[in-house]
């Protein structure tokens, strides 16, 4: 096991340094010129100039690179070019608004796609599997902002349920006041989350149910809810386990559009910001964080899958 973590987080490396050679070089290849963000277009050439040196932009990409690399590597990312306060704070401080909303975004869409999985494959062929793949494409295919527009105009406006703009209250804090204030965005994400779910776990049930052991239990008279949600989806739990991984990685590094529809404070929102604000060291500190959070998060899948998938270990090792 340590052998095959070992392999895979090698394997981590070139992908960080490809990452962070794209991040860096966003900040140069984005149209505008970012001293005006700090300087203002009234700035004279020599204002410019001098902000251009102090940020060290007058150096070869290399250099910027080099030394930009070393502040990330002791933790510095840079201050905003708008608020001038450390990235790294500014990212802090989102954090954890968006691990609520991963949580609760993957809590329903687990909840309600891996049902709709196993009973669209146990029914396979009848009117309940047509609806629920309906659903599923339904899912799927209706944009997230619509979704949330939706949800706002049904409980925040039409019923008056709900906020029209959700907010970041820690769960352990006030658990009640944190569902009504995440639940909007959570069952906008979570709605197309079990939509993809839905589809993983239908496809790996329907493959498992065609095997002969399956057949051979169904034979000598095991209950077919038994068979089908024991047996079967033991089997068929791993290949969902990847998706679910790799949902989880993309939603902890925030959703630009859903954050913006209910005002969530979360990373999404704060990329968004800065990208309005052509706040350039804010989105190059925040999408490294993100890209680096998701391949952690696909690295922690992997060695999941590989603990509970003995093959691929070995696999790997030889």
């Known amino acids: 096991m340590l052998r095959y973590l070992g392999f895979r987080m090698l394997q981590i490396i070139p992908i960080v340094v490809l990452a962070s050679i794209g991040v860096f070089l966003m900040i140069h290849l984005v149209p505008g010129d970012p001293v005006l963000t700090v300087t203002g277009l009234e700035a004279s050439a020599d204002q410019m100039e ?66 709709f999985g196993l009973i669209s494959a146990s029914r396979k062929g009848s009117w309940i599997d047509k609806a629920l793949a309906g659903y599923s494409s339904l899912s799927l295919a209706v944009p997230t902002f619509v ?62 149910l065609d095997l002969d052991y399956i057949r051979t239990a169904r034979a000598k008279g095991v209950g077919e809810a038994k068979l089908v949600y024991k047996h079967a989806f033991r089997a ?13 990685g993309t939603f902890l590094g925030g959703s630009l559009v859903t954050e913006s529809v209910f005002n969530y404070p979360g990373i999404g929102r704060l990329i968004l910001s800065a990208i309005l604000n052509r706040d350039f060291v804010v989105v190059q500190g925040a999408v490294l964080v993100v890209v ?7 690295l922690a899948t992997d060695v999941l899958y590989s603990f509970l998938n003995p093959r691929i270990r070995a696999g790997s090792s030889g």
Do not use: C, H
């Open 50 to 115: 001098r902000v251009r040196q102090e940020m060290g932009f007058d150096q070869p990409l290399v250099v910027q690179y080099v030394d930009w690399v070393q502040r990330v590597v002791s933790g510095d990312l840079g201050n905003s070019l708008v608020s001038q306060k450390p990235v790294a704070e500014l990212i802090a401080d989102r954090m954890p608004a968006t691990i609520q909303l991963t949580i609760a975004t993957m809590a329903i869409g687990l909840a309600l796609g891996i049902p």
């Open 236 to 248: 068929a739990s791993l290949p969902t386990l990847t998706v679910v991984g790799i949902q989880f």
């Open 147 to 208: 979704v949330g527009i939706v949800f706002i105009l049904v409980f925040g406006v039409t019923l008056e349920w709900l906020p029209t703009a959700s907010s970041y209250i820690p769960f352990w804090d006030d658990p009640g006041g944190a569902v009504k204030a995440t639940i909007g965005p959570a069952f906008t994400l979570g709605f197309f989350v079990s939509g993809v779910i839905a589809r993983f776990v239908r496809a790996s049930m329907v493959e498992v």
């Open 292 to 298: 680096i959070i998701f391949t952690l998060v696909n």
